[in-house]
C-alpha cells in the first residue's frame, strides 16, 4: 500500500474499515438471534438476509468510483448497521413470517445479480440493468423493506419499532446517495430513463 497515492489509500483504508464493521456487527447478530430460534424459527430467515450482507461485502470488488463524502458514508454504514441492532422479542404474528420471507428472497436475488458489484456506501462498481433491476433500480433495497416490516411485526417492541422509523430515514437518504454518484455514469442514466421507479413501481 506504499506505493499507492494518499486518495487511493484512503479509499482502502474506508473500504477495510466497511467490511470489518459489518462483519463484527453480523458475529454480535448471530449470538443473539440464534438464541431466539426455538421461539421464533423464522427468525433464521433475518439470519440468512444479513447474513448474505456480511458475505457479499466480504467477497466484493473494490473500486475508485467510491464516495468520501462523510454523508454518504453516514447513510450507508447507517442503513445496513441498524438492522443488525434489532432485539428479537418473539410474541408477534406469524403473518410476518411471509414478509420475512419474501422480502429475503428478493433481496437475495438482487444480490445475485450484483455478485461482486454489492456495496454498502455510495459507489459505482457496474451498472445492472436486468433482472430484478429492469422493475425497479433498487430491487434490493424493496426486499430490505419487506424483510424488516416482516421482522418488526414477529418480533413487536417500541425498540425494534423506532430502529426502523430511523433505517427508514436512512435508506431513503442512502438511496439518493446512490443515485447522485450512479447518474454520473452515462449507462446509469440511460437505464434510470427506462426505469422510472427508484423502489416500488408507480410509488417511488
Known amino acids: 500500500m ?29 449470538y ?8 421464533t424459527p423464522f427468525n433464521l430467515f433475518f439470519l440468512l438476509s444479513e ?9 466484493r470488488r473494490s473500486t475508485d468510483a467510491i464516495s468520501v ?3 454518504d458514508w ?24 411471509a414478509l420475512l420471507i419474501f422480502g429475503t428472497v428478493i433481496s437475495l436475488g438482487a444480490k445475485l445479480s450484483l455478485r461482486r458489484s454489492f456495496g454498502v456506501v455510495a459507489a ?15 430491487p434490493m433495497y424493496l426486499g430490505y423493506f419487506l424483510t ?18 430511523v433505517w427508514t430515514v436512512c435508506q431513503v437518504a442512502r438511496i439518493r446517495a446512490e443515485e447522485l454518484v450512479l447518474l454520473q455514469d452515462a449507462a446509469y442514466r440511460v437505464h434510470a430513463q427506462k426505469v422510472r421507479f427508484r423502489l416500488m413501481p408507480f410509488v417511488y
Open 51 to 59: 447474513g448474505a450482507v456480511a458475505m457479499f461485502v466480504l467477497l
Open 32 to 39: 443473539r438471534i440464534v438464541g431466539s430460534l426455538q421461539d
Open 69 to 71: 463524502k462523510p454523508y
Open 74 to 97: 453516514a447513510v450507508g454504514i447507517s442503513g445496513t448497521m441498524l438492522p443488525m441492532l434489532l432485539i428479537p422479542s418473539g410474541n408477534g404474528w406469524i403473518g410476518g413470517a
Open 124 to 138: 459505482n462498481r457496474g451498472i445492472k440493468s436486468t433482472g430484478l433491476y429492469s422493475a425497479v433500480r433498487h
Open 148 to 165: 424488516y416490516a416482516g421482522m418488526l411485526i414477529l418480533n413487536p417492541s417500541l425498540f425494534n419499532a423506532a430502529l426502523i422509523v
Open 2 to 30: 506504499t506505493d499507492l497515492d494518499p486518495a487511493r489509500k484512503f479509499r482502502l483504508l474506508l473500504d477495510l474499515f466497511e467490511r470489518a464493521v459489518i462483519v463484527l456487527l453480523f458475529a454480535w447478530l448471530c
